[in-house]
């Protein structure tokens, strides 16, 4: 259940909210919101002459509910997704920065192509031990000097909890991967700030848990949190993973939060990003995060799903003739 309640409420009936409901507390200029367990159905008399509005819901889903509230506009940027915006926001760049040379190529592309957006990772989760796992620091410092010379928005992953400051210090948008979603060190870090906290679908994660990592950044206080669909694991071996639309069309419905696509770790191969992007822009999505690379065969991690610089030209020109028929605005 959501409360808000009175600003007047005596300090003893929020207590007793915390203990006995497990509720989180935050303060508003109007209000005093309490998040309860979903077990939590009923107001007791005692409270209820402070309580101003109350949401009931069958599961944990609660603040990202579209119940509770319309869906939510959250700001990459200068731009903004969500809402009633009708934005569709492309994030384009290579799976990590790799040297100096290679990220400020791929940063002058996406300029020359109107992306305002540049995704690169420093940190890398990987699944096995031996493979590249990012220039750490270097590469964060990297990413704020291009931030710097093109005014690029940086989209950058934090691997763990041990430098997800760092992360949140150099990054405007903080993506957290799909292997680290389940950390609490990170998305309470992440609940703490005010940057845009982009989630990605854990490859094995039903849609319940996903949002509900995103209700722990919630109802730590951070308002501005993107969704992101990455595919799932399913019976099928001929492709990385399954995107998930019909989930997509189940966020699209029940949640409150910006969503986003990134049909690159989905398929796993370069061969069909631009189709799936262009169906996951039909659904009316908020944005895509799309991997390219200078040189695609080359690159130090997840090589066979990255696109050129001509692939991802001929991909934004689609989408956005396609955004023009359904009346979004990529951006």
């Not at 990054?171 to 609490?184: E, N």
């Given at each position: 259940?959501?409360?808000?309640?009175?600003?007047?409420?005596?300090?003893?009936?929020?207590?007793?909210?915390?203990?006995?409901?497990?509720?989180?507390?935050?303060?508003f200029d109007s209000y005093t919101q309490a998040v309860t367990t979903k077990a939590f159905k009923e107001i007791p008399e005692f409270l209820s002459s402070f309580v101003i509005e109350n949401w009931t819901f069958e599961t944990d889903i609660q603040l990202a509910s579209l119940d509770y509230t319309e869906k939510r506009e959250v700001s990459i940027g200068q731009d903004k997704i969500g809402g009633l915006t009708k934005n569709i926001h492309l994030i384009a760049g290579p799976c990590s920065v790799e040297s100096e040379e290679q990220i400020f190529q791929v940063a002058h592309k996406l300029v020359e192509l109107g992306i305002k957006s540049l995704r690169a990772g420093s940190f890398k989760p990987r699944t096995s031990p031996y493979s590249y796992m990012g220039m750490g620091k270097e590469g964060l410092e990297l990413l704020s000097k291009v931030r710097k010379e093109t005014g690029l928005n940086i989209v950058s992953e934090v691997r763990d909890a041990t430098n997800v400051d760092l992360v949140l210090e150099h990054a405007d948008v903080v993506q957290i991967g799909t292997k680290?979603?389940?950390?609490?060190?990170?998305?309470?870090?992440?609940?703490?700030s005010d940057k845009t906290i982009l989630i990605k679908r854990g490859f094995g994660t039903t849609l319940q848990e996903f949002v509900q990592a995103a209700e722990f950044v919630l109802c730590a206080g951070?308002?501005?949190?993107?969704?992101?669909?990455?595919?799932i694991r399913t019976f099928e071996s001929k492709t990385r993973f399954?995107?998930?639309?019909?989930?997509?069309?189940?966020?699209?419905?029940?949640?409150?939060?910006?969503?986003?696509?990134?049909?690159?770790?989905?398929?796993?191969?370069?061969?069909?990003?631009?189709?799936?992007?262009?169906?996951?822009t039909a659904m009316g999505i908020d944005g895509l995060l799309v991997e390219s690379h200078p040189n695609p065969s080359a690159a130090l991690s997840d090589s066979a799903q990255q696109i050129n610089f001509k692939t991802l030209e001929i991909l934004k020109s689609e989408i956005k003739n396609l955004s023009l028929a359904l009346n979004l605005n990529l951006t």
């Amino acid at each position: 259940m959501i409360l808000h309640l009175k600003k007047s409420t005596p300090v003893d009936l929020i207590n007793w909210l915390k203990e006995e409901a497990y509720a989180r507390i935050l303060e508003f200029d109007s209000y005093t919101q309490a998040v309860t367990t979903k077990a939590f159905k009923e107001i007791p008399e005692f409270l209820s002459s402070f309580v101003i509005e109350n949401w009931t819901f069958e599961t944990d889903i609660q603040l990202a509910s579209l119940d509770y509230t319309e869906k939510r506009e959250v700001s990459i940027g200068q731009d903004k997704i969500g809402g009633l915006t009708k934005n569709i926001h492309l994030i384009a760049g290579p799976c990590s920065v790799e040297s100096e040379e290679q990220i400020f190529q791929v940063a002058h592309k996406l300029v020359e192509l109107g992306i305002k957006s540049l995704r690169a990772g420093s940190f890398k989760p990987r699944t096995s031990p031996y493979s590249y796992m990012g220039m750490g620091k270097e590469g964060l410092e990297l990413l704020s000097k291009v931030r710097k010379e093109t005014g690029l928005n940086i989209v950058s992953e934090v691997r763990d909890a041990t430098n997800v400051d760092l992360v949140l210090e150099h990054a405007d948008v903080v993506q957290i991967g799909t292997k680290s979603m389940y950390d609490h060190g990170i998305l309470n870090a992440c609940g703490n700030s005010d940057k845009t906290i982009l989630i990605k679908r854990g490859f094995g994660t039903t849609l319940q848990e996903f949002v509900q990592a995103a209700e722990f950044v919630l109802c730590a206080g951070n308002e501005n949190v993107i969704l992101c669909e990455r595919g799932i694991r399913t019976f099928e071996s001929k492709t990385r993973f399954t995107l998930d639309l019909c989930g997509v069309a189940y966020l699209k419905h029940h949640c409150n939060l910006p969503i986003i696509v990134d049909p690159s770790h989905a398929l796993g191969y370069r061969y069909g990003i631009i189709d799936l992007a262009k169906a996951s822009t039909a659904m009316g999505i908020d944005g895509l995060l799309v991997e390219s690379h200078p040189n695609p065969s080359a690159a130090l991690s997840d090589s066979a799903q990255q696109i050129n610089f001509k692939t991802l030209e001929i991909l934004k020109s689609e989408i956005k003739n396609l955004s023009l028929a359904l009346n979004l605005n990529l951006t």
